[in-house]
């Protein structure tokens, strides 16, 4: 019974004239009836929302197994958490790094081993953010081009205690390398085993050259005779530096020295970074020598072929300027003691 | 002839029989033969025990303290006034103390409790020193007739008798079980009837966005981890065991098959983390 909007009779004077006008449709009206009979049903309709549930799980279907999925959800999650590192692991411990991760390691070892030197890891760690490829390649020829070099790369000896035997060094001649090596042990109170695994480096053989490298560093100490005190590593650092271009050793020897006690630089810069610069840049390369075999050579027989002189004893020197310094204060407490007499 | 096939769903059993025959479990995401696994677990624990509090702080930055303040004072926990008979609690893989001693402060300091015994369980002797030694540190705590410290495992708790304890608390310890079921059934025993068993453990997260946050994080912390404490494995365990742990209504299911009732939970920071309780009856 609808009358067709446009006819509508509107109620003028009297009912004698009735008079149909148009009137304009009521537009938002018409907008919403169409679009709600036509869209609304795809929006909010019932099918619609059902469909939202299952696509959310809340709605049951029982042709899914949902063990299943959350299984092999977790499993994806799990395979996420596992596939963060760049590539497969090349070797025990070895922990891949994206650069951005190795440029992180790079700043937060250097600073740290800038404030805190002492701490073994934070050097370690710097040790391998500046093992660059460059470096161990160089040292990787350097070795293949000498025959005990080789051999070492071949047999991949393993620096431990148990390897070395330390307990047996004490019986050997008094002259030999090895006795000379347990008598250093023992006075630095350090043993072989102190030294950290290689995590970092990317190749495998590279990562054997940085440890080998890394476990003879208290051979060169020994066979030095320098004391780990902080001048006697910055010492053989700057020889290892010389001697085999490390990275890290270099920056040890240049940066270090900035946080020594003005006598401590001084005796550095006159007597022992010279000493290690000539001795590095004309020694034979240390890293082609077969430790473990050397054990017991003579001492000096083994310095003389390898091209080393030993520089004035750091420790008697210490001890002097120590003994010197403690008759000084004791001059002056007698003198002070006399003038209250007075 | 019918062949039998192993349903996908026995194929996935936590527990398997490998091909040797030995039994298996997960280890995060390793498969490890399951006597292995405790003793792993243990290494995981030693090589960061010292550092337990630092690494909680870097996995949760901090936030971890604001669940254990709300996890305790949710439970209310103190002998109260008007009450005889002191309450015994025990805290399991709670070695670092942080709980066990946050629920003997809270007593003290809302019902003036000085009676209530606690007795501080964690399997790994390494873990333990640390919270005998922070108990030192703090003057409190420390050879205290109160406070028993003691090496125990999770799953068996052989020195502690049956029936005997109020409340069991055990906090962001129990993804380490070997066989959390036998760890609940294990609660169950030491509680007394009407004793309740607590626990705030990682949970799965309900809000998309938190998930896909906490996503990188994780990804990210085994990383840091190994730049800044020099350990990626202890770190790359602990995030994959978080993976593994049940979701808030599964362990609630656990709780419920162990034989508690009452039984529910409470989601925190986006369900992060979640506090369960159940009641033994």
């Known amino acids: 019974m609808f009358k067709p909007i446009s006819m509508r009779p509107v109620a003028t004077q009297g009912l004698s004239s009735v008079k149909l006008h148009r009137v304009q449709p009521n537009r938002s009206i018409l907008l ?13 309709g019932k099918t619609a929302r059902m469909a939202d549930a299952m696509d959310r799980g809340e709605l049951h279907n029982k042709n899914v197994d949902y063990e299943t999925e959350r299984e092999e959800n977790i499993q994806h999650r799990i395979n996420n958490l596992k596939n963060t590192r760049p590539s497969t692991p090349n070797y025990e411990g070895h922990i891949p790094l994206y650069t951005t991760e190795k440029l992180l390691l790079f700043a937060v070892s250097g600073l740290r081993s800038f404030f805190h030197p002492e701490n073994g890891l934070n050097i370690v760690q710097l040790g391998e953010a500046t093992a660059w490829p460059l470096f161990l390649d160089s040292m990787k020829r350097t070795m293949l081009s000498d025959p005990t070099g080789r051999r070492i790369l071949r047999e991949k000896p393993n620096v431990t205690t148990q390897q070395l035997e330390m307990d047996h060094l004490a019986e050997f001649p008094k002259d030999s390398f090895g006795y000379q090596f347990y008598k250093w042990c023992k006075r630095e109170n350090v043993s072989p085993d102190t030294r950290a695994p290689v995590s970092y480096v990317d190749d495998p053989l590279h990562a054997y050259i940085f440890k080998r490298y890394r476990q003879c560093h208290d051979f060169y100490h020994a066979l030095v005779d320098m004391p780990i005190v902080i001048e006697g590593e910055i010492t053989v650092k700057a020889l290892e530096a010389a001697n085999m271009g490390v990275p890290m050793a270099t920056l040890g020897a240049i940066l270090a020295p900035f946080r020594l006690k003005p006598i401590q630089q001084k005796r550095l810069y006159d007597i022992y970074l010279p000493w290690a610069v000539r001795t590095g840049l004309t020694c034979k390369p240390l890293i082609n020598v077969y430790w473990e075999e050397m054990l017991t050579k003579n001492v000096d027989e083994l310095r003389k072929e390898l091209g080393i002189t030993l520089p004035p004893d750091l420790r008697t020197m210490r001890a002097e300027r120590k003994e010197r310094i403690h008759e000084l204060n004791q001059k002056y407490k007698q003198m002070k003691m006399e003038s209250k007499d007075l | 002839m019918y062949k039998p096939v192993l349903s996908r769903q026995s194929a996935r059993l936590l527990s398997s ?11 995060g995401s390793k498969i490890v033969p399951t006597e292995q696994k405790s003793k792993l677990v243990g290494h995981v624990f030693s090589s960061v025990a010292s550092k337990y509090d630092v690494m909680n702080d870097v996995m949760s930055l901090g936030i971890h303290r604001l669940w254990k303040d709300h996890f305790i004072a949710k439970l209310d926990p103190g002998m109260r006034p008007n009450s005889t008979e002191p309450m015994n609690f025990i805290d399991v893989a709670g070695g670092s103390g942080d709980i066990a001693f946050g629920i003997l402060d809270y007593a003290k ?21 640390e919270g005998e030694k922070r108990a030192m540190d703090q003057g409190r705590y420390y050879n205290d007739p109160r406070v028993r410290y003691m090496v125990q495992n999770g799953e068996e708790l052989d020195k502690i008798e049956s029936n005997s304890k109020d409340v069991y608390t055990v906090s962001f310890g129990i ?5 959390i079921p036998r760890g609940l059934e294990a609660a169950h025993r030491v509680l007394k009837p009407g004793g309740i068993f607590y626990c705030l453990e990682f949970s799965k997260i309900q809000n998309p966005l938190m998930d896909v946050a906490y996503q990188q994080w994780a990804k990210a912390l085994p ?7 020099n350990d990626y494995d202890s770190y790359q365990y602990l995030v994959e065991s978080i993976e593994r742990f049940p979701e808030q209504e599964k362990f609630k299911s656990m709780i419920q098959d162990a034989g508690f009732q009452s039984v529910g939970y409470e989601s925190l920071s986006f369900g992060i983390c979640a506090i369960h309780w159940g009641v033994k009856v």
């Open chain 1, 32 to 44: 919403t009836a169409a679009l709600t009979a036509t869209v609304g049903e795809l929006l909010v």
């Open chain 2, 17 to 27: 029989k490998g091909a040797a025959g030995a039994s298996t479990t997960h280890f």
């Open chain 2, 109 to 129: 300091a809302k019902f003036g409790d000085t009676q209530s015994t606690m007795d501080v369980v964690d399997i790994n002797p390494d873990m333990l020193r």
């Open chain 2, 175 to 179: 993804r380490n079980f070997t066989n």
């Open chain 2, 223 to 229: 990383v840091f981890g190994s730049i800044i404490a």
